[in-house]
């Protein structure tokens, strides 16, 4: 199992941008892919971007297409979420997740390693 550790998350004001990153344990090999995902206070974990690790083959949900990036690092084990034009609904917490292969990608079950979570919080 890969364990996730997400940072970089705070408070920012709307129109604004934040970094977060997921570092794993450990190499990943193969078709791992690392995801974020978002949850509401109140509201379901929803999909916000996944990265496939040997190709780099990004995937960004509809919600935040345009705003925000995924990219990783090999030499460092991170994935980056580069999240721009903030607004008020993308406040929520945060989760770094991992799986394999890239069927559904955006199915939260799919996903077995999952980050404890980081804040972010957009005032307007």
């Known amino acids: 199992q890969v364990q996730l550790a997400e940072s970089g998350g705070g408070l920012v004001q709307a129109g604004g941008s934040l970094r977060l990153s997921c570092k794993a344990s450990?190499?990943?090999?193969?078709?791992?892919?690392v995801g974020w995902f978002r949850q509401a206070p109140g509201k379901e974990r929803v999909f916000v971007a996944a990265?496939?690790?040997?190709?780099?083959?990004?995937y960004i949900g509809e919600s935040v297409k345009g705003r925000f990036t995924i990219s990783r690092d090999n030499a460092k084990n991170t994935v980056h979420l580069q999240m721009n034009s903030l607004n008020s609904e993308d406040t929520g917490v945060y989760y770094c997740?991992?799986?394999?292969?890239?069927?559904?990608?955006?199915?939260?079950?799919?996903?077995?390693?999952w980050g404890q979570g980081t804040q972010v919080t957009v005032s307007s």
């Open positions: 997740a991992g799986r394999w292969g890239t069927d559904e990608i955006g199915q939260r079950a799919k996903y077995r390693d």
């Open positions: 450990s190499r990943t090999f193969g078709n791992y892919v």
């Open positions: 990265i496939a690790w040997r190709n780099g083959v990004t």
